[in-house]
């Protein structure tokens, strides 16, 4: 069964510095992949996604991230913090095969900007 | 273009009593997505259907969750009886198709507590 694994259920930035959020996923064939942004008391929100196609993916609001096939990671990143980016952040992957499009989250990363 | 709906937001109920939640999708989605999530992971497919027809329901607790898809379009999520370990966040999705490249939209979600 595909997964994903992220790194650091907490990560806190102070404004205008790099973020950074881990991601890797297990499976055999390059899956689909994904980021989610949850704010508080609302849905998941779809930051960007991967399908095979360019490795470098960009999202909404500034975010990118990066597929890499020989480390199996999706890291999402983004140049400058903003304190509207404190919510928490989902990676998910699903298979490739038409028909099984379930996603499987990871366990989340909630992100902190210090002001 | 409007949202998933859902309701009631937030419920609190005794273990052993019932409870049911509505989700209405964007309107000419024909894949429907219940996931659970619980507090401090990530969220869980319960089931998906196709229209009204069942598509993946391999992880609902069947002796106790219930769902329906009436005409394709709105959906209700039944638990009975409730236990302890039901509380969770519980979330409805929609896509306009099935397949790992399509979006998933997220409703709001509703927040469960059983006490």
């Known amino acids: 069964a595909q997964s994903v694994t992220q790194l650091g259920s907490h990560v806190s930035v102070s404004e205008g510095a790099l973020v950074l959020l881990r991601c890797n996923y297990s499976?055999?064939?390059?899956?689909?992949l994904f980021w989610y942004v949850q704010y508080p008391n609302q849905g998941l929100q779809l930051l960007l996604k991967?399908?095979?196609?360019?490795?470098l993916v960009k999202g909404i609001n500034g975010f990118e991230a990066e597929f890499k096939k020989s480390e199996t990671s999706f890291h999402l990143t983004k140049p400058s913090a903003h304190m509207s980016d404190a919510a928490e952040y989902f990676c998910?992957?699903?298979?490739?095969?038409?028909?099984?499009?379930?996603?499987?989250f990871g366990t989340g990363t909630r992100l902190t900007i210090i002001p | 273009e409007a949202g998933v709906a859902q309701s009631p937001r937030y419920k609190i109920i005794e273990k052993r009593q019932s409870v049911a939640f509505w989700c209405n999708p964007i309107?000419?989605?024909?894949?429907l997505y219940w996931y659970q999530q619980i507090l401090g992971q990530g969220p869980k497919l319960l089931i998906q259907?196709?229209?009204?027809?069942?598509?993946?329901d391999s992880q609902l607790p069947k002796d106790r969750f219930s769902a329906e898809r009436l005409k394709g379009v709105d959906s209700t999520l039944k638990i009975q009886p409730a236990k302890l370990e039901d509380s969770a966040v519980y979330l409805c999705?929609?896509?306009?198709?099935?397949?790992?490249?399509?979006?998933?939209?997220f409703g709001p979600g509703t927040r469960l507590t059983v006490l």
């Open positions: 309107s000419g989605h024909a894949t």
């Open positions: 991967y399908t095979s196609a360019a490795t």
């Open positions: 499976s055999s064939v390059p899956p689909y």
């Open positions: 999705a929609s896509s306009l198709d099935r397949g790992g490249r399509v979006e998933q939209f």
């Open positions: 259907f196709q229209n009204n027809g069942v598509v993946d």
């Open positions: 998910a992957v699903t298979p490739l095969n038409f028909g099984n499009e379930k996603l499987t």
